[in-house]
């Protein structure tokens, strides 16, 4: 049985350190939103999955970009950027506080997202706090204190933030029929592939190890002790192994095998485009605005 239900743009894990409690990263507190357009602000904007997230901003209903931020490609403008048919007659500048403070002035419900930086991540959520906006922060290898502060930090200025390691419901989707099948088969093995190099393990497939290893069980007993390196990588301490392919022209690609007597059960997600990012990020645009605190993961709304 194959689901064909991985990511390239993501992911990242915050899970990697075990025993650490996060239950404080994904309650959720709700406060009714404005009934004018959410202003958008994408900051990251010339990167790819910044364009994707202009046009996809821009034919939403109920929303608009309002600003376009980067250091890359300063005073050009973002439509053109992003090849849309006509000029969105808004330049992108290297300059945060600035377009925070023109939103901040017309009073309008406004939601930055973040592309940019681990680094910078932590300053750019307090930026929009400071000028009363939520923030979705999409933000690869962002580390797991940098989350924990955030979180206390929106705690106490009671603002809203969606940390999401993955927009791909896809993604999402395959991590929680994982843990499902888990529960049924002892045996499991994670298959990347992606068409140029990147950090290996990637955060989807240790995102998926440290899910199902957070259950308890030991995988794959009869061979949990090689230490043969064609045998893959061990990820944690419960015998998963993950193998990575670089090939130009494959897709992003996650596979999760299950096995027991005589079946084989697997999951398969494959990425083509950033463009599969999108509906992840209208949602999680739409949610934060509701937020008074910092979730940690998309599929709290799924």
């Known amino acids: 049985m194959a689901a064909a239900l991985s ?15 996060t239950k404080q990263l994904v309650s959720c507190s709700m406060q009714q939103p404005s009934q004018s357009n959410i202003k958008v602000v994408i900051n990251g904007a010339a ?4 364009r994707a997230a202009v046009v996809a901003v821009t034919k939403a209903r109920g929303m608009e970009v309002a600003g376009a931020v980067d250091s890359h490609l300063v ?6 950027v992003c090849g849309m048919e006509e000029a ?10 600035m377009v925070l403070g023109s939103i901040s002035q017309s009073k309008a419900t406004g939601v930055v997202v973040d592309f940019t930086d681990p680094s910078t991540v932590y300053e750019n959520v307090k930026q929009a706090t400071a000028f009363g906006m939520n923030s979705v922060v999409y933000v690869p290898r962002i ?10 930090f ?3 200025a009671s603002m809203g933030c969606l940390v999401a390691p993955t927009l791909s419901i896809g993604s999402i989707l395959l991590q929680q029929a994982a843990i499902s099948a888990s529960f049924h088969y002892n045996n499991v093995e994670i298959v990347e592939s992606r068409p140029t190099p990147t950090d290996f393990p990637s955060p989807d497939a240790i995102q998926i190890a440290n899910n199902l290893s957070n259950l308890g069980q030991i995988y794959n007993r009869e061979d949990i002790s090689t230490d043969i390196l064609a045998r893959g990588q061990v990820l944690g301490e419960d015998g998963i192994r993950v193998h990575s392919l670089v090939l130009p022209g494959l897709p992003s690609s ?19 485009d950033v463009r599969c990012l999108m509906p992840g990020l ?3 645009i739409r949610k934060v605005v509701r937020l008074k605190n910092l979730v940690y993961g998309l599929e709290k709304f799924l």
């Open 7 to 21: 990511s390239q743009f993501h992911p990242t894990t915050y899970r990697s350190i075990k025993n650490v409690k």
């Open 47 to 50: 990167k790819e999955i910044g």
């Open 75 to 80: 005073g050009e403008d973002i439509g053109m």
């Open 88 to 97: 969105l007659e808004m330049p992108i500048i290297n300059d945060l506080t």
């Open 143 to 152: 580390k797991l204190d940098t989350v924990t502060a955030l979180s206390a």
């Open 154 to 156: 929106c705690e106490k």
């Open 254 to 272: 996650t596979t999760v095998y299950f096995s027991g007597p005589g079946e084989v059960y697997s999951l398969k997600h494959d990425i083509t």
């Open 282 to 284: 209208i949602l999680a």
